[in-house]
């Protein structure tokens, strides 16, 4: 496309609901002849460590977030007056998703905190923690059931690991904000809030994430926001048949070639996989259609110092090192594709992360207005969260965001104007669109990048649903 940068610009500003998509920087990420011929994995998978000198690359088990070490302290002139976070939950078993095979590693979520209850105010209530367990007597446990035996987690569940990390992401957060926007030590949700989804996960994440962000909070409970699961945005699980169309289209459809070639290439590596787990080359639940599921596999037992699996009958036949990475940088191209790379993607992101971006600009606009007296807002979410919001910010280097990985909006004031910045993994977002860098946007181009992608909520409802 030969159009000027300002020109498009001035395009979207004008076009009401529907989004210009900007292509991705070409990279290793998105090079299907790397992902599938090159080597290496692309990052850290094999701990929740990363050396300091390497602080901002790309750790699977644990993305890098915002801490004093790498904070870029902004001008004098610039006053932060409001700060919105969003995160993916952090590491977890894998999902149960696969209900046909025995889990071959046992899992220890023994010490993983309370699932549900800290006490109540008036200390009656006894925090809950989660111990999953088999019992011979239940004859489905092996058959239908997954045969997770020897395990005390659910499937998924925050490990006690990913507990740990999600207090360090709290007091990492605190070490730059608290000082910056005057937030007390204990939560008080008249300056800050928190929210989750329905997945007990996020609830999880969130009881460590307190404990480092407000640590002298009372011992009881802390009210976090939560939508219906039937409508909730930051899932996110409102219903947009519109959206869901047009990614079925890229993945499936005829202008899904792609998606399909790169399942092609990958044959001799699903044969291998196939043959350790002993899943069929013809399942119907989702190992075929995308990678998610042996990435998810694979990268949650690295993460957690486990051993690749080796096939139940036969040990000497192993995943190997090699075969995983390459399991990784088809799960990354994957994201890229899905949230970037194809053109529809960014449509995609607009529609259904929409409602979500609405939100957050009505928190933003409510600063502006001075009708809110919120500091801080954090939002404890998933992969399939964060993907939507960087697909529809258009990030330029799209990845698969992995454990813990965080978009921060910052809220600026100068003398009579008002700026954002918005920081990916800790320093601000380069995006593909003609606001390039996000780094102290004036809130007006910010907000008219917003409108002319996403309009009104009752745009984006009909949008969404045609109605
Ligand atoms: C990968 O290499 C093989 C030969 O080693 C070749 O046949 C194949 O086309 C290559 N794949 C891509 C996507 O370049
Ligand atoms: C993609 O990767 C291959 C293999 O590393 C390389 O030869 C090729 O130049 C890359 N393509 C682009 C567009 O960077
Ligand atoms: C983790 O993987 C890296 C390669 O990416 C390797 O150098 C390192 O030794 C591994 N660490 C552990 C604890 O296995
Ligand atoms: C992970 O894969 C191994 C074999 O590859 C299988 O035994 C196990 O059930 C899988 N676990 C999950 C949770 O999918
Ligand atoms: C292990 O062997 C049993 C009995 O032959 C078979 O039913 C099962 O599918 C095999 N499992 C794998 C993962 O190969």
Redesign the pocket.
Known sequence: MLISASAVFAAITLVTGEIVHYAPAATNINNLTFVLNGS??PG????SFTPPALYGTYNWCNMPHVRQQEYRVPSKDLTLIYVEVIQRHHKRTPYGSNTFFKEDIPWSCDGSGPVYGGTSPQGEVSPVQWQAFTDTQNPWTTTIGPGFVGSTCQFPQITSDGLEDSVVHGSDLRSVYASRLGLGSTFDTSEAQIRVTNNDITSQVASGLLAGLFPHSPSQYSAAKIQSSTFDSLEPTYSCPVASALRSGYTTGSSGQQWQAHLTGAASLYAKLDAVSGISPNDNAGWHTSFDHYYDNLSAK?CH?KPLPCNVNDTSLCVT?DEA?TVFRLGNWEYSYQFRDAPASAQYSALSYGVWVLELRSHLQAKVDGTSQLKYFHNIAHDGSMSPLLGFLQVDEMVWPGMGSEVVFELYKSKSEYFIRVLWGGQPMKTSTPLGVLDMIPISSFFSYIESAIGSPSDLFTACTGA
């Open positions: 290496g994995a850290i998978f094999n701990s690295q110092g090192q990475n």
